[in-house]
């Protein structure tokens, strides 16, 4: 799955350098501190359950509290803080310097090398191409797993769409547009037009996060977090903007159809805070990575 395009964002903006986005997003926009709790969670029953020191890698780890939490948690635990802003990796830097197992990435993710038991992409899936999760399958170990969460566009797919991409084996997100047809790709790319359905797909997208958002900023003006107001106000411009790349959300379903045409299954399934499913945005899923054919037999 690919998007196109770049533009400056909250994350990255100079008027955020000296603004921890991370923390106040944990105490001012709902559910992202409980997603953090649930994660640490995992992350130690992993660590028990094969009773060794794990490597974790936090892909798009932000200002790094929830690497924090983790080297908290476990204190023998490597864990690695990924990301390519330098904001907040400056802040991620600070917090994580008194722990000697933690350290920090400034690399690409594509790029990363060496082999990790976890892999934990929070928050972060709506920011890459989605081609990212062939290069985890590729850094993890045989006993590794995938943590991956984010905050989605709520459920915006019916029964009928959802029918349909099931029996795609190509989904590629283009100028903003869902295709799951090559021939539509080409079609689009050639004429400009856009398919009814796919159109459709965009517009049910953005009513559903328009709902989502009004939710989002209401949470955080009734907690005095006028930062996280003014945060989202501009997230939620660029998300609503069709083609922008770095902030397009998808729905659950079409994160679920993306790992399984990518080899992972999905062993756990959380979803974060008890509401109806228009204001359900954050899901978890733990995810065993494709397995690797044994050598000798083939199998």
């Not at 400034?106 to 992409?121: A, K, L, M, T």
């Not at 204001?279 to 690797?292: D, N």
Request: net charge negative.
């Amino acid at each position: 799955m690919t998007e196109l395009g770049s533009a400056d964002t909250v994350y990255t903006s100079s008027a955020y350098r000296t603004i921890d986005v991370g923390s106040l997003m944990r105490t001012g926009h709902p559910d992202i501190a409980e997603g953090d709790e649930h994660i640490v969670s995992v992350v130690r029953g992993m660590r028990a359950r094969l009773g060794r020191p794990l490597r974790v890698l936090d892909v798009g780890s932000g200002s790094g509290d929830l690497s924090l939490l983790l080297v908290r948690a476990l204190p023998d635990t490597a864990v690695i803080a990924n990301d390519i802003a330098a904001n907040p990796l400056a802040q991620a830097r600070d917090k994580l310097a008194p722990y000697p197992t933690a350290s920090v990435s400034f690399e690409r993710f594509e790029d990363y090398s060496g082999e990790v038991d976890v892999v934990v992409s929070w928050g972060t899936h709506h920011h890459l191409s989605h081609d990212y999760l062939k290069h985890v399958a590729e850094i993890l170990s045989p006993d590794g797993v995938l943590i991956i969460g984010d905050e989605f566009c709520p459920e915006y797919l019916s029964d009928t769409d959802q029918k349909r991409l099931a029996q795609s084996e190509e989904i590629e997100v283009v100028d903003g547009y869902l295709f799951d047809s090559a021939a539509d790709v080409e079609s689009y790319r050639s004429t400009g037009r856009v398919p009814d359905w796919n159109e459709g797909l965009e517009q049910a997208r953005r009513l559903a996060l328009w709902h989502w958002y009004k939710f989002v900023i209401d949470f955080a003006v009734a907690h005095e977090a006028w930062t996280v107001v003014m945060a989202e106000l501009a997230i939620c411009r660029d998300d609503l903007e069709t083609g922008n790349a770095d902030e397009h959300k998808t729905s659950p379903y079409l994160l679920e159809r993306e790992l399984e045409l990518n080899g992972f299954s999905v062993v756990e399934r959380a979803v974060i805070g008890d509401r109806p499913v228009e204001l359900s945005s954050f899901v978890l899923y733990t995810c065993r990575p494709p397995a690797v054919p044994d050598v000798r037999t083939g199998a």
